[in-house]
């Protein structure tokens, strides 16, 4: 009982330390000289499969959707951004997505662009709202994306937001940024 507990903590640092890769300087093979009870990198991936480790998924907000064409307000936290925050708020605020094609093939991008990220799972489709989860990597952290299309302004406004926790070290801005960029490619 004792050495399979010891076996999963040295796993689990096993793991931290090479998620966190180049932001330490200590390698796998220094920890590896620890006691052959510590299964390899590759076994834990294999265990894992594309699964986190972790699961930190917290409960589904309630309060998601369109209602009167606005997406849900950011918490005081800084792990939200939202096309619809107020432009002075720089910590929340991010560009919706504008769009140059007909709507109907503005969403089906959109939906072709998530359904291509990893680990993401859509909860709602609709013509012109598109809510779905996203999952990282290691914990099983969850996000909260939305998408809603704006057809009086031709942008698609945006919501992306941490369940748990206070930061996310840029997570959510980083991926709205990410499907812009993707949408701008597939619209060449």
Not at 42 to 64: D, E, I, W
Not at 146 to 152: A, M, R, T
Request: proline share 5%; with cysteine.
């Amino acid at each position: 009982m004792f050495t399979a507990g010891l076996s999963l903590c040295f796993t689990l640092l096993l793991t931290l330390i090479l998620w966190l890769g180049a932001a330490t300087h200590v390698t796998a093979q220094t920890l590896l000289t620890v006691p052959a009870i510590v299964p390899s990198t590759a076994t834990v991936q294999l265990a894992m499969g594309s699964k986190p480790l972790f699961s930190f998924s917290g409960k589904r907000p309630t309060n998601l959707g369109v209602k009167d064409g606005k997406l849900a307000v950011c918490p005081g936290s800084p792990n939200c951004v939202s096309s619809q925050a107020p432009v002075a708020d720089a910590e929340h605020f991010i560009a919706p997505i504008a769009y140059k094609t007909a709507p109907e093939e503005a969403m089906a991008s959109l939906k072709t662009v998530i359904q291509n990220m990893e680990r993401t799972k859509i909860i709602t489709d609709s013509p012109d709202y598109l809510y779905a989860e996203f999952t990282t990597a290691l914990m099983g952290y969850v996000d909260d994306v939305e998408f809603y299309l704006d057809q009086g302004t031709g942008t698609i406004q945006v919501r992306s937001a941490s369940r748990l926790g206070q930061s996310d070290l840029g997570v959510n801005r980083k991926r709205i940024e990410t499907v812009r960029a993707k949408l701008l490619e597939l619209d060449k």
